[in-house]
């Protein structure tokens, strides 16, 4: 499909080209910037709805501020495709995500534009105070430091000790833009949202909104009485109309706003006007994710990130299906978690704000009043979860592996010291693919077998984590005074007919799958399956033994005696980082129990691996089929030579 530049973006490569327009064509600007963005991601791909919400901002910030001077953070990341574009990777921007291309969020490395890197959310307030402060310390006393989050990430924690400390630094130029549009990828939930709803719907604020600000644009004419106009106009309105404004207030934090975040005209004066207002001070902009293209306003979760899709119809693209094919992983325990709590009714589910990414969603429509979305707040998700296993709840706690390590002090405190048996669903273990670094779940076998009370584990395949969680909400496990971990991977896993009856799996019990006399693999997880094609290509020339270890914690200790006892060479596969990891875990035993082989351990290295996708990233480093045979072959030469 060819895509094409208007006519004013086709000469904008960064903001001062931007900046040499009227304000009356920056109308001009959105529209085909807006464009730009849906011809861009219906034929590559990449997240939607939420660049599309910021159009208008995006355009306004850039066209009133001095970046990269004045340094504006994007929380998360997802709404920063205008941003980019705008900054001098228009030309690049059809390699977002791609492997090779450029990241899909906000990145130090790539651009002096990005100030800070982000893909985690409710980062941006304390990384734009710490700036400020920083630009205090140094004498900058006119560099302007720019936050813009969205509403759902504003429920974490960080988010509310940011505006704390920020409401405490009189002196500051923070500018907290708070992006409102009741989304996070799924809706969002609590009294928060509640909160803004009440500000945003308030009859007699907005009758008078419009008013108040039309002063407030031309506040300038009032010279240096400007604070004291602001400071009675703020007054007046929020004592009188809006008293629950005061939570803002209360941080010390000027709120103005609510504002339309779609009214490029009124955005740009409201932030001119606040770049000239010193301190901290919050801006309250209301936008619609997925604004100006229809489908993605009706649908805003499905419109998120939708994959390819015909701009013209709104026809998302689906793969042509020609024989039955395995489902993903996160469906498999969607499906599972509710036929399990059919039967036992101690079982309840808990996520973080992702409902859909988790597929949690299906036990949440299925027994509303048994699974439960908390919103962007992974410690209070894991503390919720030990809070309810305390009264003799079967807690299934599911969080996305890079999110987890938000929530590890409560992990420790809170559930392990405490002896419960929480169990934790770590989705998107191992590369996450095209979401790069900020989510690859590539820490947690190293983070969570080091903890006493914690039991870690990975299914090969669907039949696997159905066990594994049968295993889980057992009255035998549960009686216990172990938490549980399983692990699994993005994306689809390897059976068809994954349904199978659920059957005994017994704490620390690997399986042989295969055996051999040259050479054993021992793999942890579904990174096993590429073992198994590494294995059916070495044969008749190598015969290779393969054990599916199923636990990292604790060890199949006589499976790995058999294996040691026979084998003089040996190699670890896993998708998590080599440090600390299962391959590391082997190592202790043979140690332990001197032991004296060639082990080779591969999984993902000591550096930080980039966005790609999966099977681009195993093969980068060494542990798809093809790698695992040259590292066979390799191993069994060294041995022939030796």
């Given at each position: 499909?060819?895509i094409?530049q208007?006519?004013l973006?086709?000469?904008?490569?960064?903001p001062?080209?931007?900046?040499?327009?009227?304000?009356s064509?920056?109308?001009?600007?959105c529209q085909?910037?807006?464009q730009y963005?849906?011809?861009m991601?219906?034929?590559?791909?990449?997240?939607?709805?939420?660049?599309?919400?910021?159009?208008e901002?995006?355009?306004?910030?850039h066209y009133?501020?001095?970046?990269?001077?004045?340094?504006?953070?994007?929380?998360?990341?997802?709404?920063?495709?205008?941003h980019k574009?705008?900054?001098?990777?228009?030309?690049?921007?059809?390699?977002?995500?791609m492997?090779?291309g450029?990241s899909?969020?906000?990145?130090?490395?790539e651009?002096?534009?990005?100030?800070?890197g982000?893909g985690?959310?409710?980062?941006?307030?304390?990384?734009?105070?710490?700036?400020a402060?920083?630009?205090?310390?140094n004498?900058?006393?006119?560099?302007?430091?720019?936050?813009?989050?969205g509403d759902?990430?504003?429920?974490a924690?960080?988010?509310f000790?940011?505006?704390?400390?920020?409401?405490s630094?009189?002196?500051?130029?923070l500018?907290i833009?708070?992006?409102d549009?009741c989304?996070?990828i799924d809706?969002?939930?609590?009294?928060?949202?509640?909160?803004?709803?009440?500000?945003?719907?308030?009859?007699?604020?907005?009758?008078?909104?419009d008013?108040v600000?039309n002063?407030?644009?031309?506040m300038?004419?009032f010279?240096?009485?400007?604070r004291?106009?602001?400071?009675k106009v703020?007054?007046a309105?929020?004592?009188a109309?809006?008293s629950?404004?005061?939570?803002?207030?209360?941080?010390?934090l000027r709120y103005?706003?609510?504002?339309?975040?779609?009214?490029?005209?009124?955005?740009v004066?409201?932030l001119?006007?606040?770049?000239?207002?010193?301190?901290?001070?919050?801006?309250?902009?209301?936008?619609?994710?997925?604004?100006?293209?229809?489908?993605?306003e009706l649908?805003?979760t499905?419109w998120?990130?939708?994959?390819?899709?015909?701009k013209?119809?709104?026809?998302?693209?689906k793969?042509?299906?020609?024989?039955?094919?395995a489902?993903?992983?996160?469906?498999?325990?969607?499906?599972?978690?509710?036929?399990?709590?059919?039967?036992?009714q101690k079982?309840?589910g808990?996520?973080?704000a992702?409902?859909s990414?988790?597929?949690l969603?299906?036990?949440?429509?299925?027994?509303?009043?048994?699974?439960?979305?908390?919103?962007?707040?992974?410690?209070h998700?894991?503390?919720?979860?030990?809070?309810m296993?305390?009264r003799g709840?079967?807690?299934?706690?599911n969080?996305?592996?890079?999110?987890m390590q938000?929530?590890?002090?409560?992990?420790?405190?809170?559930?392990?010291?405490?002896?419960?048996?929480?169990?934790?669903?770590l989705d998107?273990?191992?590369?996450?693919g095209?979401?790069?670094?900020?989510?690859?779940?590539?820490?947690?076998?190293?983070?969570?077998?080091c903890?006493?009370?914690?039991?870690?584990?990975?299914?090969?395949?669907?039949?696997?984590?159905?066990n594994?969680m049968?295993?889980?909400?057992?009255d035998?496990f549960q009686?216990?005074?172990?938490?549980?971990?399983l692990r699994?991977p993005?994306?689809e896993?390897?059976?068809?007919e994954?349904r199978?009856?659920?059957?005994?799996?017994?704490?620390?019990?690997?399986?042989?799958?295969?055996?051999?006399?040259?050479?054993?693999?021992?793999?942890f997880?579904?990174?096993?399956?590429?073992?198994?094609?590494?294995?059916a290509s070495?044969?008749?020339?190598?015969?290779?033994?393969?054990?599916d270890?199923?636990?990292?914690?604790?060890?199949?200790?006589?499976?790995?005696?058999?294996?040691f006892?026979?084998?003089?060479?040996?190699?670890?596969?896993?998708?998590?980082?080599l440090?600390?990891?299962?391959?590391?875990?082997?190592?202790e035993?043979m140690?332990?129990?001197?032991?004296?082989?060639?082990?080779?351990r591969?999984?993902?290295?000591d550096?930080?691996?980039?966005?790609g996708?999966?099977q681009?990233l195993?093969?980068?480093?060494?542990?798809?089929?093809?790698?695992?045979v040259?590292?066979a072959?390799a191993?069994?030469?060294?041995?022939?030579?030796?």
């Amino acid at each position: 499909m060819l895509i094409t530049q208007g006519n004013l973006l086709k000469d904008i490569n960064y903001p001062e080209d931007l900046k040499k327009l009227n304000p009356s064509q920056l109308h001009q600007v959105c529209q085909e910037l807006r464009q730009y963005i849906i011809d861009m991601v219906s034929t590559h791909g990449g997240h939607f709805g939420a660049s599309l919400g910021v159009v208008e901002l995006t355009v306004a910030l850039h066209y009133v501020f001095n970046t990269p001077d004045d340094q504006l953070i994007w929380d998360v990341g997802h709404q920063a495709y205008g941003h980019k574009i705008l900054t001098g990777r228009k030309e690049q921007f059809y390699t977002n995500r791609m492997y090779g291309g450029i990241s899909g969020f906000p990145k130090r490395k790539e651009s002096v534009y990005d100030s800070f890197g982000v893909g985690h959310s409710s980062t941006s307030i304390s990384a734009a105070l710490g700036m400020a402060m920083g630009s205090m310390h140094n004498g900058e006393k006119d560099r302007q430091h720019i936050a813009v989050i969205g509403d759902g990430a504003l429920t974490a924690g960080l988010a509310f000790e940011g505006m704390n400390h920020a409401g405490s630094i009189n002196d500051a130029n923070l500018l907290i833009i708070l992006n409102d549009n009741c989304m996070a990828i799924d809706p969002n939930v609590g009294a928060l949202k509640e909160y803004l709803t009440d500000i945003t719907t308030s009859k007699t604020y907005n009758k008078v909104k419009d008013e108040v600000w039309n002063l407030l644009g031309k506040m300038s004419a009032f010279g240096h009485s400007a604070r004291e106009i602001v400071s009675k106009v703020e007054n007046a309105m929020k004592g009188a109309l809006l008293s629950q404004s005061n939570f803002f207030e209360a941080l010390n934090l000027r709120y103005f706003g609510p504002i339309d975040g779609h009214d490029i005209d009124h955005m740009v004066e409201v932030l001119k006007d606040l770049k000239s207002i010193p301190g901290p001070k919050i801006l309250h902009v209301l936008t619609v994710k997925g604004k100006g293209y229809g489908p993605a306003e009706l649908d805003q979760t499905k419109w998120h990130a939708p994959g390819l899709f015909d701009k013209v119809t709104g026809e998302i693209q689906k793969k042509i299906i020609t024989k039955p094919t395995a489902p993903k992983y996160q469906d498999v325990f969607g499906n599972t978690i509710v036929e399990l709590a059919e039967k036992n009714q101690k079982i309840v589910g808990i996520t973080p704000a992702m409902p859909s990414g988790s597929s949690l969603n299906i036990m949440m429509k299925a027994m509303p009043d048994r699974a439960f979305d908390v919103g962007i707040a992974e410690q209070h998700a894991v503390t919720l979860s030990a809070g309810m296993a305390t009264r003799g709840l079967t807690v299934f706690c599911n969080i996305y592996s890079s999110f987890m390590q938000r929530a590890y002090d409560q992990v420790i405190h809170d559930v392990c010291i405490q002896e419960l048996p929480v169990i934790f669903c770590l989705d998107r273990a191992g590369f996450a693919g095209a979401d790069g670094p900020t989510h690859h779940g590539a820490y947690d076998i190293a983070f969570m077998r080091c903890v006493p009370n914690m039991v870690v584990a990975s299914p090969m395949n669907e039949e696997e984590l159905r066990n594994l969680m049968f295993l889980a909400q057992s009255d035998s496990f549960q009686s216990g005074h172990e938490a549980i971990t399983l692990r699994y991977p993005r994306g689809e896993g390897v059976m068809p007919e994954w349904r199978t009856p659920f059957s005994e799996i017994k704490v620390g019990e690997g399986r042989k799958v295969k055996d051999g006399e040259d050479l054993a693999i021992l793999s942890f997880g579904p990174i096993g399956n590429e073992v198994t094609k590494a294995i059916a290509s070495l044969e008749p020339q190598l015969s290779v033994a393969h054990y599916d270890l199923r636990f990292a914690k604790p060890l199949d200790e006589a499976l790995l005696h058999e294996v040691f006892e026979k084998f003089d060479n040996i190699i670890t596969v896993e998708d998590g980082c080599l440090q600390g990891g299962i391959g590391s875990a082997i190592l202790e035993f043979m140690v332990d129990h001197n032991y004296h082989a060639k082990v080779k351990r591969l999984g993902i290295p000591d550096r930080l691996v980039e966005h790609g996708e999966q099977q681009q990233l195993y093969a980068e480093c060494g542990y798809d089929a093809k790698g695992i045979v040259a590292s066979a072959l390799a191993s069994v030469e060294t041995v022939i030579k030796a």
